[in-house]
């Protein structure tokens, strides 16, 4: 770090340097969920990748890594569906919601937000504090890491912090809100929500950061890809080949304008000239530099909990809110002139790297494909899990992290709030797989987003997407996760009942989408996409 973000952080965090070290809650454990955005199911080391992540790989050897955990595919529906508990048509439009906050916070939790917010509401993207959040850093400045402009803290215009990056100063307020809990709130638990921008494009990064990494990436994605595919099989995380390059699949978001030497499809890697591969292996260095530093501050916030011996009683969960991402929206902002990973640049990963990252699983952010929706999973409760080091190959979502949430607090949640009547809640509490590598029974998961269509029973899969013209395709996600054999013509019978599901799901949310009285529960729930919704604030 500069030396001018070190006075940074030393100036933010100054009015609560005199740190009273507190006892961690008798009973109740305090929970951590760290989000990180558009990180790739491989990037962090403890999920194959070479990216230096030793925060997150202690986490998972001292706690759990998930091997089969999905998000919704894109930022706003997977932030949503965590706060909620619900698909994320569910949870939105005219059907009544209490987010996790509130739930936790009735329950004498103090609730702190740090980072991106993007969870929609009816009337707009509020902010956090008036949804239960005691304290609030909410970073709206989400096209700059470098820029904090128009960021909020307690719904009110944040101060200006002199030079700025954003995971830094989303670490500097999560531990400036740990600090004050410590010295006023000790006798409290708390759960605090760290929503880290990196590594969203625009591809920034400090200069000494991507130092580390120059010149890692010459070997090209094809070999990356091959490395990881590797340290995945060895760790037992996933027991598939790797996905084939899509070299005709173009990026869904692309600006019109692109860098001379961008590269637009995932080809092979020899097939690029010495000028366009040394430029994509820049990118993938600033990329690594956003996933390294995040981890770094992750560091400082376990610090923290140390400091306040909060650490062994905290719950701390660990994802990405999708997949990575093929997009090239620079939208014309990048400065040819300027160095890579600056704030005058405005670059994407794309397609080629994207592939790398999601490795070894097919497509991208957007898509409902594996590689859209796989997202690595960590959990770590030194007082509660005894089982160290250890996978858990249950499927999961992450509406399943309220149902968790409430049950590691004890909290019963209300049938109505704020006098309306509450739907039950689509996911399930991930808790008993904490002792035991069990499956969490579940009738289905279901996926919708940007007309990709999705639905996973057992481990059975039917996607679709609009490049093949809305077909559906049905792959046996125990030998191919990978997604490369359509298994549709000789299961004609299992593809039409699990698309009868798949069409009653999205029926009964159009009408909860519509404010239709509330059908009796049969077990059958969806997700209806409003596409403006996403494409507005992603």
């Avoid at 949503?80 to 996790?100: C, D, E, F, H, N």
């Avoid at 993007?118 to 008036?130: C, F």
């Avoid at 091959?226 to 390059?245: F, P």
């Avoid at 000028?275 to 260095?285: P, R, S, Y």
């Amino acid at each position: 770090m500069t030396p001018t973000l070190t006075l940074l952080s030393a100036l933010l965090l100054a009015p609560l340097a005199a740190l009273h070290a507190a006892a961690a809650p008798k009973q109740k454990p305090n929970i951590l969920l760290v989000v990180a955005d558009d990180m790739g199911f491989s990037d962090a080391g403890c999920y194959g990748g070479e990216i230096s992540t030793p925060n997150l790989d202690h986490l998972a050897a001292n706690g759990l890594r998930f091997t089969q955990a999905y998000s919704t595919a894109r930022c706003t529906p997977s932030r949503t569906g965590l706060m909620t508990g619900y698909y994320y048509q569910a949870s939105i439009k005219r059907a009544p919601t209490a987010l996790v906050s509130e739930l936790l916070g009735s329950a004498g939790y103090r609730c702190y937000h740090s980072g991106k917010w993007h969870v929609v509401e009816p009337g707009g993207n509020t902010e956090p504090v008036r949804r239960g959040f005691h304290h609030s850093y909410n970073n709206h400045s989400t096209g700059n890491h470098f820029s904090g402009s128009r960021n909020t803290l307690d719904g009110s215009p944040a101060p200006e912090t002199g030079e700025y990056y954003s995971s830094t100063v989303t670490a500097d307020y999560t531990i400036r809100f740990l600090r004050e809990h410590a010295e006023k709130y000790s006798d409290s638990p708390f759960f605090a929500y760290v929503t880290f921008i990196a590594p969203h494009y625009p591809l920034h990064a400090p200069k000494e950061d991507i130092d580390r990494y120059r010149d890692r990436y010459d070997e090209g994605w094809d070999v990356v890809r091959e490395k990881r595919l590797a340290k995945l099989r060895s760790e037992g995380i996933v027991n598939c080949g790797l996905s084939a390059l899509e070299e005709q699949l173009a990026p869904r978001v692309y600006s019109k304008y692109q860098p001379p030497l961008e590269t637009t499809r995932a080809v092979p890697w020899k097939t690029l000239d010495a000028a366009h591969q040394k430029f994509q292996a820049a990118k993938m260095a600033i990329h690594a530099a956003m996933v390294d530093r995040m981890d770094r501050e992750i560091g400082r916030i376990l610090d923290q909990l140390r400091a306040m011996n909060a650490f062994e009683n905290t719950v701390i969960m660990f994802l990405s809110d999708n997949g990575a991402s093929s997009e090239l929206n620079t939208r014309g902002r990048n400065d040819e002139s300027a160095p890579m990973g600056s704030e005058q640049s405005y670059l994407c990963l794309g397609p080629g790297w994207s592939s790398a990252a999601n490795t070894p699983f097919r497509r991208h952010k957007i898509w409902v494909h594996e590689g859209g929706i796989s997202t690595p999973l960590i959990v770590h409760w030194p007082k509660g899990i005894t089982d160290r080091g250890s996978l858990r190959h249950t499927p999961c979502h992450v509406i399943d992290f309220v149902p968790t949430a409430l049950e590691l607090a004890g909290v019963t949640r209300p049938g109505e709030f704020n006098g309306k009547q509450l739907r039950p809640l689509d996911g399930k509490s991930l808790v008993p797989a904490f002792g035991a590598d069990r499956q969490i029974e579940r009738s289905y998961l279901y996926f919708e987003h940007a007309k990709n269509r999705a639905l996973r029973m057992g481990d059975w899969k039917i996607v679709s997407s609009p490049e093949e013209k809305d077909a559906w395709s049905l792959y046996n996600l125990a030998e191919d996760r990978t997604e490369m054999r359509d298994l549709a013509a000789n299961e004609a019978e299992r593809l039409k009942t699990m698309v009868d599901i798949w069409t009653r799901c999205t029926s009964e949310f159009n009408a909860i989408a519509r404010g239709k009285a509330l059908k009796k529960q049969r077990g059958r729930r969806g997700q209806l996409t409003d596409d403006r919704e996403f494409t507005r604030r992603d």
